[in-house]
C-alpha cells in the first residue's frame, strides 16, 4: 500500500513536472508567461510560510526577508560584479542570519509577541531602504541590475527565467515535504497542537521553530534574489508590510500547514490580484491603491472562521467525499 | 540643540497621549480575553472619517464626536460578535489572523467610502497658541493631553468603584473563576471590545485636527499603540498610559535630533529591544490586576 502510495506520487511528479516544462509552449501571451513567472516566486515565499505555519507560527515580516535577499544580491552583483551563482547563495545566507538573530530572543515569546516582532522587522527594514540613499539608492531604488548568469549562459528571456524560478518552486516544494513528513514533521505538527505537550514529549520546542523561521526566511531570500535578476530593478515598495499581508493571504488560501496548497494558494491569489486590479475600477473609479485590503481581510476571516485547514484542503475533501459516496452506491 | 528640546518634549506629550488611549483600548481587550486585537488602530481612523464626515453636514462638533464615538463603539461590539466570538477557543494564530484581517477590511472600506485624500478636523477651540518654557503648545495638543488624562481618571474609577468595572477585572484575573459567580465571560469580551473601540474611536478624533484624517491613518497609531502597551507590559491601564507618553517621546525626540524618516524605525526598534529584554515589558509592577 505505502509502496504504491509511493508509486503514484512519483507519477504525480513527472505528470507534474512535465505540464510545467509544456506551460511555456502553451503560454498564450507574454503576459501570461510573466504571470506564471511571478506565481512562481510568490510560490516560493509562500511554501516558506506554510513551512513556519506548520509549527503554528505566523511571521508578518516576510517582505522583509524577501526584499533583504533582493538587495543583498543585485548589491554585490551590480557594484562587486560577482556572479549571480555566488551572490544568491550568499544572499540566501544574510537572511538566514538575520533571521536567526530575530528569532533568537522572540520565539520563546507567546505567538502574538512573535508576530509583532516580525511586524517590527518589516517595518524597520523598510525604512532602511527608503532611508539607506547611498547604499539602496533611496525610493528611486536600483536600477540596471545583472541578469541571471553563469559559466557565459545567461537567463535574459522570461521562457528561461521560467524554467529557472519554476525548478527553484519544485524544488523548495520536495524540501519543504520532506521536512514535513518526516521526523521534523512529526515534531512540528506536536508543536502546532500544544507547545507544552510538545516539550513534555522531549521536543526541543525552540529549536524547532527556530529551524523552520529560519528556512522560511532562506525561502524568501531566495524568492527575492531571483525577482531582482529578474525585474532588474528594485525599490522598497514592493517589499513593504503590504506585500507580507499579500503573502499571509496566500498561505491562509492554500491552507497554513499545506506545502502543496501554498503553491496553489500562491497562483490563486495572483491570478485574483489581476482580475481585482483590472476589475475594481469599473466599480469605484475614484478609488486607487490598496482597495483590494477589504477583500483579502474578508479572505482571511471567512476562511480562518469556516475554513482553517485552508481552501485547498477543504477542496480535496469535498472531492474525496464525492468520489467515496460514488463508490458506494 | 538644547533649545528645541522644550518644543520636542511637548510635541511628544501631546503625540504620546493619543498612542496612550490606543494603547489602553489594546490592554482591556488583551486583559479581559487574551486576544491582541491588531485592528485597535482603525478604530482610530474610523472615528476620525465618521467624525469628519458629520461636520461636513453642519453638525456641532460636541455631536459629531459623540456621534462617532457611538458609531465606532457599535462596531467593535459588531466585530466582537460576528468575528472574534465564533473564533474563541481556537489555536491562537487563528485569532491573530482574524483581527488581522478585521483591520484589512476597515482599512479597505474606508478607501473605498473617503478615498485616500486627507480630511481636516476644525480645532476644538481655536486660539492662540500657549508658550510653555520656550515651546509652543497649540489648544488641541492640551486637549489631547487633558482628555487622555480625564479618561485615565475616569476608567479607573469605573474599575475600582463600579460593579461593571470589578466583573471585567475578574474576568481578566481569571474567567474560569468569574464564570462560577455568575459573570459571563461573552459579555465581558464584548464590552470590552466596545469600550476600547470607544477610546480608539476618541483617540482619531482629538489627533484628527493635528494631523489630519486619512484611511490609513490606522496602522501607524495602532502599531504605535501596541509598542506602548509592550512597553507597558500588557497587562496594567497605567504601565500602558505610562508607555504611551514613552513611544510619543522616544518619536518626537529621535526625529528632532536624528534624520527625520528614521522615526518609525527607531520606534520598533525599540520594541524589539523591549521584547528582547524581557516579555512583561520595561514596567514591571502589578500585572493583569488594574485593568
Known sequence: ?329 | MLALLPQLVLTGLTVGSIYALVALGFVLIYTVTGIFNFAQGEFSMLGALICATLLATHAPLALAALAAVAAVAAVGAATERLVVQPAFGGHPLTLIIITFGASMVYRGIALMVWGADPYALPEFTPGPPLILFGGVLGRQALWAIGLSVGVVAALFAFFTRTVWGAALRACADNAFASRLVGISPRRMSLFAFTLSAALGALAGIVIAPISGATYDMGLALGLKGFVAAVIGGLGSAPAAVVGGYAVGLIETLTTGYLTPGYGDAITFLVLLVVLFLQREGLLRGARRRAA
Open chain 1, 1 to 329: 500500500m505505502a509502496r504504491g502510495g509511493g508509486r503514484r506520487r512519483t507519477l504525480w511528479l513527472v505528470a507534474l513536472g512535465a505540464a510545467l516544462a509544456a506551460l511555456p509552449v502553451a503560454a498564450p501571451s507574454a503576459y501570461a508567461l510573466t504571470l506564471f513567472n511571478i506565481i512562481g516566486l510568490y510560490a516560493i515565499v509562500t511554501v516558506g510560510l506554510v513551512l513556519l505555519g506548520s509549527s503554528g507560527q505566523v511571521s508578518l515580516g516576510q517582505a522583509a526577508f524577501y526584499g533583504i535577499g533582493a538587495y543583498v544580491s543585485a548589491l554585490l552583483a551590480k557594484d562587486l560584479g560577482w556572479s549571480t551563482l555566488a551572490t544568491v547563495p550568499l544572499a540566501i545566507v544574510c537572511v538566514a542570519g538575520a533571521a536567526y538573530l530575530v528569532g533568537l530572543p522572540t520565539l520563546r515569546l507567546a505567538d502574538h509577541f512573535f508576530v509583532l516582532a516580525t511586524l517590527g522587522v518589516g517595518i524597520i527594514v523598510n525604512v532602511l531602504m527608503i532611508q539607506m540613499v547611498p547604499v539602496t539608492g533611496g525610493a528611486s531604488g536600483l536600477r540596471d541590475i545583472p541578469g541571471l548568469g553563469a559559466w557565459g549562459l545567461r537567463v535574459t528571456t522570461d521562457r528561461q527565467f521560467y524554467y529557472v524560478v519554476w525548478t527553484c518552486v519544485l524544488a523548495a516544494v520536495l524540501v519543504a515535504r520532506n521536512i514535513t513528513s518526516h521526523r521534523t514533521g512529526r515534531a512540528l505538527r506536536a508543536i502546532l497542537g500544544s507547545e507544552v505537550g510538545a516539550a513534555a514529549l522531549g521536543i526541543d520546542v525552540a529549536r524547532y521553530k527556530m529551524q523552520v523561521f529560519v528556512l522560511s526566511a532562506a525561502y524568501a531570500a531566495l524568492a527575492g534574489a531571483l525577482y531582482a535578476h529578474y525585474v532588474r530593478f528594485i525599490s522598497p515598495s514592493p517589499f513593504s508590510l503590504y506585500a507580507s499581508l499579500f503573502f499571509l493571504v496566500m498561505a491562509v488560501v492554500g491552507g497554513l500547514t499545506n506545502i502543496w496548497g501554498g503553491l496553489v494558494g500562491a497562483a490563486a491569489v495572483t491570478v485574483l490580484d489581476q482580475v481585482i486590479r483590472a476589475e475594481m475600477p469599473l466599480v469605484f473609479p475614484r478609488v486607487g491603491g490598496e482597495y483590494q485590503t477589504a477583500i483579502y481581510g474578508i479572505l482571511l476571516i471567512v476562511i480562518m472562521l469556516f475554513f482553517p485547514a485552508g481552501l485547498v484542503r477543504r477542496a480535496l475533501d469535498l472531492g474525496r467525499t464525492r468520489r467515496e459516496a460514488g463508490g458506494e452506491t
